[in-house]
């Protein structure tokens, strides 16, 4: 097998999520190659392939443009797969990409199957095996999913023409207006998952919060019921946080959680399943009914 690999690169630097390209092909096996509209002062730990075209010249982000540069390496290399991180850039591109090679596409995967991908389904509750029917396919692997892997060494540079001009104007980016609390500057964060059972519970785990001078927050299915405001969701489609201290309440660990907090320096979870994917991240889990747990140790750090 082989892939092909598209690096993201924006405000003029490389982003991690390209090394989480690498750990999926690690997984995958085979060979890869990288592809990378970046700048010649941002290059990759990646001791490969790596086609690259300037930023400055074609644009951080120009579709048309940058489909042709994928296109063109897609002929050179010939690839199995060719792989972008679940990202607005590979929300935007992987679909034009599979359409011009004809190719299927697969999007979000979070784990490898047995001849094909897990994907995430009935709003990422289930997962799903897919297998592509085309001899080549375009993926998107969910940012979180696959181990950010620094393969080394000094790339084989080829350079990339960029030609053309495309019909949209990249004008710059724009951050989302900063609503409700803002969970990347806090120091601990206890959240509440679906495990604290209803609405009325979630004092509990705000006043857990509180006694760890740290803010509330929430998984999506909380979020989604309408239990907390979505300022307060972690995950991929809520705040990327990595506080000192993160605290998961009755949280399982779905993919998209994980890929939200599983930077924070010490992980505590409290669950009644020990096998809950939350424990393969935790620092420290504790097995226990979190609406028991937790109010002991509210009560016992107020002392």
């Known amino acids: 097998m082989k892939a092909l690999l598209i690096g993201e690169y924006r405000e003029g630097k490389l982003l991690d999520t390209t090394y989480e390209l690498c750990g999926f092909a690690a997984q995958l096996g085979g060979e890869s190659a990288m592809l990378l509209v970046g700048s010649e002062g941002q290059l990759p730990d990646y001791g490969g392939t790596l086609y690259l075209a300037d930023a400055a010249a074609c644009g951080e982000y120009n579709p048309d443009l940058h489909k042709k540069l994928i296109l063109e390496t897609v002929?050179?290399?010939?690839?199995?797969?060719?792989?972008?991180?679940?990202?607005?850039?590979?929300?935007?591109?992987?679909?034009?990409?599979?359409?011009?090679?004809?190719?299927?596409?697969?999007?979000?995967?979070?784990?490898?199957?047995?001849?094909?991908?897990e994907v995430g389904c009935c709003n990422a509750k289930m997962r799903r095996t897919v297998k592509p029917a085309t001899s080549k396919a375009v993926l998107t692997i969910q940012a979180g999913a696959?181990?950010?892997?620094?393969?080394?060494?000094?790339?084989?540079?080829?350079?990339?023409?960029?030609?053309?001009?495309?019909?949209?104007?990249?004008v710059g980016y724009e951050p989302a207006e900063a609503k409700g609390v803002d969970l990347t500057r806090a120091e601990v964060i206890v959240s509440a998952g679906r495990g604290v059972g209803k609405k009325e519970n979630v004092p509990v785990i705000a006043a857990l919060a509180k006694a760890l001078g740290g803010e509330l927050g929430a998984s999506r299915p909380v979020v989604d019921a309408g239990w907390v405001d979505h300022s307060h969701q972690v995950g991929t489609t809520g705040q990327t946080v990595s506080p000192k201290l993160y605290v998961a309440c009755g949280i399982s660990g779905a993919i998209?959680?994980?890929?939200?907090?599983?930077?924070?320096?010490?992980?505590?979870?409290?669950?009644k399943d020990k096998d809950a994917p939350i424990g393969e991240v935790a620092d420290v889990l504790v097995v226990a009914d979190v609406l028991q747990f937790a109010p002991a140790l509210t009560a016992r750090l107020a002392k």
């Open 146 to 170: 696959f181990p950010v892997t620094r393969p080394g060494g000094t790339p084989r540079v080829e350079r990339l023409a960029a030609e053309g001009s495309g019909t949209l104007e990249f």
């Open 75 to 117: 002929a050179r290399e010939n690839p199995d797969y060719v792989v972008f991180v679940h990202s607005s850039y590979g929300w935007d591109l992987a679909p034009r990409v599979a359409a011009a090679l004809k190719a299927a596409q697969v999007s979000e995967i979070v784990a490898l199957a047995d001849g094909g991908f």
């Open 256 to 271: 998209q959680h994980l890929a939200g907090m599983k930077k924070s320096d010490f992980i505590v979870a409290i669950n």
